[in-house]
């Protein structure tokens, strides 16, 4: 479990940042104008004018106060207001975060489109010669795209949460900066959040100091501080606050898990979809172990240690400079930099939220890639989340499995092919089990509550013939947002698909239904029915399949079912325990 966060949190992040100049053409030029000036609740703001259709584009908008000096490690605070004029034609920082991540993964990430030699040597040069976007802890800002200033009536709203593993990532990447959306008569809205250290760290002293008594998930509570933004603000744009929807993929797809399982973001958001990722299987607690996941607030105190200081104030935390905490982060930190159960913002952990139906339900649209584990696989070649040191092979690899899927060993080994093919069936094993599984239990669970869910499945495939990737992990951002970038590729099926994709996000923000015009009719998963999207393959563009990879992902669930079972039983023996020593 702990060496699959970690590939989690800095592979997924990687897709996107080293990918996003690539991106460039489809953020429009455009200057600053009186067609973008207006009066919004903050104040006066003026923004980017594009023509073609005409699309107003306002960057760089605090939602919260700057997470600075007393307010690291806190709650956002309200955002600022001004009286001039805020000229919003430049992005916000980045929040702080590892700027070398990369590793091998970038090349096999090009490679692996199967391009000519030409296009794959121009394609690592610009990237290379890219600078990074300024980073800062000052880092609570959100963009707005929309056509609508004029409009006589508010069109829904889109809010995207960035992926990234909680580590990386931003609002502004080209990927997301698109007016495929907003040309829907949608108003897109993209938003940072605190990450890694600054955003997840929990510590006793932190605690003690907070009016709620507890510590860490600070992103979170950025995202909801970033909804409250949108139902005060939003109608300025064009938006309305009534009609908000929710969505982002991996570490955003977690994050709407993370929004629909918080009390604390009942109400500010009424659709949600989750694109690779819901945040079913992350256990960890701010105090205690959750069945081995670290703690919140042992790694606080490691990262305390790490910096020199031992038993600090919150003070003494704070005071120490971003850049010396970034330098010295223990080893294996960002395993413990996710959400965790607080009582608070969380008094349940995700998984235990939607087991037990004790979440925000609403209109849900979530799904997974075909191939999400073919980027990550070569770097940490073990296919089970649960289990980090898989045998390859033979009854060693049966028993392992059986540990972790009682009486599912055998099955498993047969379904992936693991005896004769470990590596290509536990790439397609790791895909299954960390998306599949968890989108799957997700939209259940939320089918359950009453509330319309959709599945998707989406096995585009890259044009090239040479291609080997398949249907990679964030393959099918570009689709939702039509910023697909033609020098990677770009077939008559992708435009098409592109057209299908965004029209179902659209339709499904506007009225909690993705069907419409264009679109093969997409019922509502009540345990069987599926959409499948592809691409550059044999199969229609879009048709419904039903069970999909059912053997294989009922086999898998029951290791999620396991582990969260497992741990109710330990955290009631903890609970019981406390008791006793009262």
Known sequence: MRRQMKLKAVKTAAALVLLSPLAACVNPSGEVSDAALIVTPQGPVQGVTTDTPQIFNFKGLPFAAAPVGDLRWAPPESAPRWTETRVADKFGNRCMQA??????????????????????????????????????????????????????????????????????????????????????????????????????????????????????NYGSLDQIAALDWVQENIAAYGGDPDNVTIFGESAGGWSVTEMMASPLAAGKFHKAIAQSGASTYHLGQMEGNGLGWPSGYMMGEKVAKSVGLDAPTADALRAVPAETIMANLPEKSDESFHHIRDGYVFPKNVGHAFRDGEINAVPFLTGYNSDEGTLFFPDDPQPSVWEPDMPQGGPEMIAALNTHYPGQGETLAQLYDLNTDFVAGGTQMMGDEIFGVNVRYAARANAAKGAPSYLYHFSRTPPSKKQTLGAFHAAEIPFVFDSNETILGLSDDDIELTNIMVSAWTNFAKTGNPNGEGIPNWPEYTG???????????????????????????????????????????????????????
Not at 130 to 136: A, G, H, I, L
Not at 549 to 569: I, P
């Open 99 to 216: 700027d070398n991540v990369e590793g091998g993964f970038f090349e096999r990430l090009i490679d692996g489109h199967g391009l000519n030699a030409i296009k794959t040597t121009l394609i690592k040069r610009a990237v290379a010669a890219e600078p990074p976007s300024p980073m800062s802890e000052d880092c609570l800002y959100l963009n707005v795209r929309t056509g609508n200033l004029n409009g006589a009536t508010k069109q829904p709203v889109m809010v995207w949460i960035h992926g990234g593993g909680h580590q990386f990532g931003s609002g502004d990447f080209s990927y997301y900066q698109s007016n495929g959306l907003v040309e829907k008569d949608v108003v897109l809205v993209t938003i940072n959040y605190r990450l890694g250290v600054f955003g997840y760290m929990a510590h006793p002293a932190l605690s003690e100091a907070d009016p709620n008594g507890v510590s860490g």
């Open 528 to 582: 069987q029915s599926w959409m499948h999207f592809s691409g550059n393959t044999d199969l229609p563009l879009a048709q419904v399949q039903t069970h999909i990879r059912k053997a294989k992902l009922d086999a898998l669930e029951t290791g999620l079912k396991l582990k969260l079972t497992d741990l109710s039983a330990e955290l009631a023996g903890e609970t019981a325990q406390l008791n006793l020593t009262k």
